[in-house]
């Protein structure tokens, strides 16, 4: 079966996501990836991972009020204003992110979710952040 590398590219901007952050969240090099643009074609496997990847959604700060995280983490005041997932992840662990906060996220949106929000915004975010959130995840994870 061979798939387009113009429907690979179409279903990445659906996502809102990248070839890089593609690569780093399959896990296959880059130059592979970026490859597939010359060759014109896609691996099969690589549209089952692509399908099964967390889509962006939307959420407001109140839907995480409601399950117990304190308000004054929030960086927007609008407590009904809709926000893509990835962004209201990145912007408020960048505000404030501890284990209660990390634990609530998990909970919420799912670690797949979390992970793919840090590795969507690895650009803007230093790698000190990204290793302190995934090591607090983790120690999270393992006391639950």
Known sequence: MEI???LFESMLH?????KRAFS???????YTVAGWKKSG?????????LTSMPTSKTVNAQQLIDIGVPRAVF?????KKS???DIFIVSTLRRSYNDVIISKF???????TVLAALIKHK???SDPFIHSVIEQMHTSLASA
């Not at 659906?14 to 990248?18: A, C, D, L, S």
């Not at 780093?24 to 880059?30: E, F, N, T, V």
């Not at 998990?106 to 797949?112: A, D, L, M, W």
Request: aromatic share 14%; hydrophobic share 35%.
């Open 4 to 6: 387009k590398h113009q």
């Open 14 to 18: 659906e996502k809102g996501m990248t």
């Open 24 to 30: 780093q969240y399959a896990k296959i090099p880059y």
């Open 41 to 49: 074609k896609v691996p099969p496997y690589v549209m089952v991972l």
């Open 75 to 79: 960086w927007n005041n609008d407590l």
């Open 83 to 85: 926000i893509p997932n």
């Open 106 to 112: 998990i909970t919420f949106f799912g670690e797949e």
């Open 123 to 125: 650009n803007k975010l």
